[in-house]
Structures are given as structure tokens and as C-alpha cells.
């Protein structure tokens, strides 16, 4: 069984940066993309960012792209994502996922078998 625990997130001003990291346990992490997803409040869950399993191609929400970066360790079974300028519009509870997919940058809830307990990440102006 996989289990992801988050880490990271907190408040911080317009203009500022965080970095998420998600820790996984079992075997299958580094043959699986993982990737990143957010729930504003009143909102429905929404693609971030995602990452093949060799890191060979990355994918953003437009929103995000310029701004954040995913990355991953298949050494540790870790994932991160830093994220710079951040403003408002970037406050959620932040998800990482652990794909059934390897080699395609998944951007669709149903392409995630696995997640992590979400993380409160709130930007204020």
C-alpha cells in the first residue's frame, strides 16, 4: 500500500515563496508520475503540476507556469514543489498524487490512485 505524507505549506505575503515536499512509502514511487493538485476554498480540486517517473517531462496549470517548479527524488521517494511570487489567487489546500501512469504528465484526478493528506498553503496581499 502507498501512503503519501505531505509536508511544508504555511502563510506567507504576496510575493513570497514555499516548497511543498510529499514523502512515499512503498516500492513503486519512482515508476509512477506523480504530481500536484490545489482546492480553494468553495472551489473544486484543480491540476498544478505533474512529473514522469524519470523526470524526463514536466506539466502546469497555466496559472502557475513561470511560477512554480515540481520535482522528485526516486532515491528518497520524495516530491516537491517550489513555489515562487506567489500571490492570492495561489491560496488552497495543496495535494500531492501518485499516478498510474509513468511516462505522461497526468493532469486528471481519475489518472491518481494515491494521495497525500492535503496541506494549507495561504498567500495574504
Known amino acids: 500500500q502507498v501512503q503519501l505524507v505531505q509536508s511544508g505549506g504555511g502563510s506567507v505575503q504576496t510575493g513570497g515563496s514555499l516548497t511543498l515536499s510529499c514523502t512515499a512509502s512503498g516500492v513503486t514511487f519512482g515508476s509512477h508520475a506523480v504530481g500536484w493538485f490545489r482546492q480553494a476554498p468553495g472551489k473544486e480540486r484543480e491540476f498544478v503540476a505533474s512529473i514522469t517517473r524519470r523526470s524526463t517531462d514536466t506539466r502546469y496549470h497555466y496559472s502557475v507556469r513561470g511560477r512554480f517548479t515540481i520535482s522528485r527524488d526516486n532515491v528518497q521517494n520524495r516530491m516537491f514543489l517550489q513555489m515562487n511570487n506567489l500571490n492570492p489567487d495561489d491560496t488552497a489546500v495543496y495535494y500531492c498524487?501518485?499516478?498510474?501512469?509513468?511516462?505522461?504528465?497526468?493532469?486528471?484526478?481519475?489518472?491518481?490512485?494515491?494521495w497525500g493528506q492535503g496541506t494549507q498553503v495561504t498567500v495574504s496581499s
Open positions: 498524487a501518485q499516478s498510474r501512469l509513468s511516462d505522461y504528465t497526468a493532469n486528471e484526478e481519475f489518472q491518481y490512485d494515491y
